[in-house]
Nanobody, 124 residues
Framework: QVQLVESGGGLVQAGGSLRLSCAAS????????VGWFRQAPGKERDIVTA????????YYADSVKGRFTISRDNSKNTVYLQMNSLKPEDTAVYYC?????????????????WGRGTQVTVSS
């Protein structure tokens, strides 16, 4: 069993930065991939970025490439999402999630463990 807790969300002006954290408890977290998803009001939840268990492989949605960076510190059981050059369209609830695998997936249904989310609001 893995429990995930997101933090670091908030209100920021366009062009600003935020760093989200996903802290995990439970055994063997370092063997799991992690994905960050987001859901804006009235929209589906979409994958933003993901990282393999070792950090050696990452994925970014086209909408965030060059602006967001995912990383992990397995010694701290934490995954980070550095978000720079934020835009109003980045406004959403951000969730971290882990599949029951060290390899990430692009599909939401592959993720077994979910945090409760953290709100990110970008003002124009």
């Amino acid at each position: 069993q893995v429990q995930l807790v997101e933090s670091g969300g908030g209100l920021v002006q366009a062009g600003g930065s935020l760093r989200l954290s996903c802290a995990a408890s439970g055994r063997a977290f370092s063997s799991y991939a992690v994905g960050w998803f987001r859901q804006a009001p009235g929209k589906e939840r979409d994958i933003v970025t993901a990282i393999s268990w070792s950090g050696g492989s990452t994925y970014y949605a086209d909408s965030v490439k060059g602006r967001f960076t995912i990383s992990r510190d397995n010694s701290k059981n934490t995954v980070y999402l550095q978000m720079n050059s934020l835009k109003p369209e980045d406004t959403a609830v951000y969730y971290c999630a882990a599949p029951n695998s060290g390899i990430y997936s692009y599909t939401e249904s592959s993720y077994r463990y979910w945090g409760r989310g953290t709100q990110v609001t970008v003002s124009s």
